[in-house]
């Protein structure tokens, strides 16, 4: 995946968890996953527009906002484990704990960095297929905007807190597999510690260009 492409993902990824974030907490856990999706994004997106700080591009306020509302809502443990592959499996439970913190703190810097760019974006959720008693359903959008239509699929399991996000498909490309290929050449060439090292030499290269 080019960079274009992933900026891209990374503000389609952005502008739809938001719509399961925090200001789900009070919805019914009954609720229909594809209706929940489509009233929380109107909710969440007129927030985003609204909020001086993030349109002004204030990093801090965009990068807390985003730990705290977005990463509660995905099932991280199960996105990383995916991604890094068998390797996971062998990794030791310090390798897993900095693999997670590593990749944290990558998609939290890209989803800040995205937000910036929600301007009059629009969620169209289309007709849910799966049966009421699914714990695991596919829940299929489209971003609205100046441009075509955009595809934005989600992959969500139902846990006693309520639905966790545990892959995207995006363009018709899922997110996990995209990082599953990307992790997987850095596992052959170097093993877990060197994922390890190369993610967090990523995010003091983001973090630094940050600043600048």
């Not at 700080?53 to 996105?79: E, Q, S, T, Y």
């Not at 006693?160 to 498909?169: D, K, S, V």
Request: glycine residues 4%; hydrophobic residues 45%; charged residues 25%.
């Amino acid at each position: 995946m080019n960079r274009r492409h992933f900026s891209r993902m990374a503000l389609l990824l952005c502008t739809s968890s938001m719509a399961w974030a925090g200001v789900g907490m009070a919805a019914s856990a009954d609720e229909a996953p594809d209706a929940m999706v489509q009233r929380l994004s109107n909710e969440v997106l007129e927030t985003l527009r609204s909020d001086k700080a993030i349109r002004a591009g204030n990093i801090d306020r965009i990068i807390a906002l985003v730990d705290k509302v977005i990463m509660p809502h995905v099932n991280f443990r199960r996105m990383m484990a995916a991604a890094v592959g068998p390797a996971w499996r062998k990794a030791t439970p310090e390798q897993q704990q900095r693999l997670q913190d590593e990749f944290k703190i990558l998609l939290v810097r890209t989803y800040a960095g995205a937000l910036t760019q929600v301007t009059d974006q629009t969620v169209r959720v289309k007709p849910l297929r799966a049966a009421p008693e699914d714990k695991d359903v596919l829940v299929r959008t489209e971003i609205i905007g100046h441009a075509d239509p955009i595809q934005l699929d989600y992959r969500l399991e139902k846990t006693p807190t309520g639905w966790r996000i545990y892959n995207l498909n995006v363009l018709g490309v899922w997110m996990v597999e995209t990082y599953r290929t990307q992790f997987a050449q850095e596992i052959n060439a170097r093993g877990i510690d060197g994922l390890i090292e190369a993610l967090a030499a990523r995010n003091k290269s983001n973090e630094a260009a940050a600043k600048s």
